[in-house]
């Protein structure tokens, strides 16, 4: 069965640590994307990438990094966590022959809280 | 880039027929709509995505009126296990500055 996988579940960490929340999938997929989710404001799109070491900013890249050496790897960086980057972050992959948000397929999502 | 409007939540009960609609009134010539369901503590799943008319697939259909401007996803014999939320998606990755936006999705309830 193809999978994402986001190598954390559940993490807390402090105000203005460096955060890094790590994704990988094993689709050979082209495109790799990172949301997050907060109650009301559905999935917002935080930055994305069409191959390796290439980025894009979505919606709310602001505070946020990202990096990808590898096509299977998409890394989100908090680079000094905050309080209002307290949320669910999801990460989701798609073949590159995809069209307009067909066959995006999601991990299980971390929920990151920040102290 | 074209926004969608979604119902905030529906009702139903068990063995019903549900029919969530989403407006998107500029959508663009190269966007495609597309559904996805999203369970508690999971990440969204790919349901169905269509351009024009109808598209049926095993879980659900998705209607598209000719001028596109809005789309229904219907399902058929609901069950307590279609309590989900659902997302209206408009967009085309045929562009690398292309976004696929998702909307704050409809809650859907089902009921015994």
């Known amino acids: 069965d193809v999978k994402v996988t986001q190598s954390s579940r559940y993490l807390v960490k402090r105000t203005g640590e460096k955060v890094f929340l790590e994704c990988v999938q094993d689709?050979?997929?082209?495109?790799m994307f990172w949301y997050r989710q907060d109650p009301g404001l559905g999935l917002r799109l935080i930055y994305f990438?069409?191959?390796?070491?290439?980025?894009e900013k979505g919606d709310i890249p602001e505070g946020y990094s990202v990096s990808r050496e590898k096509k299977e790897r998409f890394s989100l960086i908090l680079e000094s966590a905050s309080t209002n980057q307290t949320s669910m972050y999801l990460c989701?992959?798609?073949?590159?022959?995809?069209?307009?948000?067909?066959?995006?397929?999601f991990g299980s999502g971390t929920r990151l809280t920040v102290v | 880039l074209a926004k969608t409007t979604q119902p905030i939540s529906m009702d139903s009960y068990e063995g019903q027929e549900v029919n969530i609609t989403c407006s998107h009134n500029?959508?663009?010539?190269?966007?495609?709509i597309t559904w996805y369901q999203q369970f508690p503590s999971q990440g969204p799943r790919f349901i169905i995505q269509?351009?024009?008319t109808k598209v049926t697939n095993e879980v659900a259909s998705l209607f598209i009126p000719a001028d596109r401007k809005s789309s229904t996803l219907s399902l058929p014999r609901v069950s307590l296990s279609d309590t989900a939320v659902y997302y209206c998606?408009?967009?085309?990755?045929?562009?690398?500055?292309?976004?696929?936006?998702f909307g704050s999705g409809t809650r859907l309830s089902i009921r015994p």
């Open positions: 989701a992959s798609s073949n590159g022959l995809a069209t307009g948000g067909y066959g995006y397929t």
């Open positions: 689709m050979d997929h082209e495109n």
């Open positions: 990438s069409y191959d390796v070491k290439m980025k």
């Open positions: 500029n959508i663009a010539t190269n966007d495609y």
């Open positions: 269509g351009y024009k």
């Open positions: 998606l408009v967009g085309d990755m045929g562009s690398s500055a292309s976004k696929i936006i």
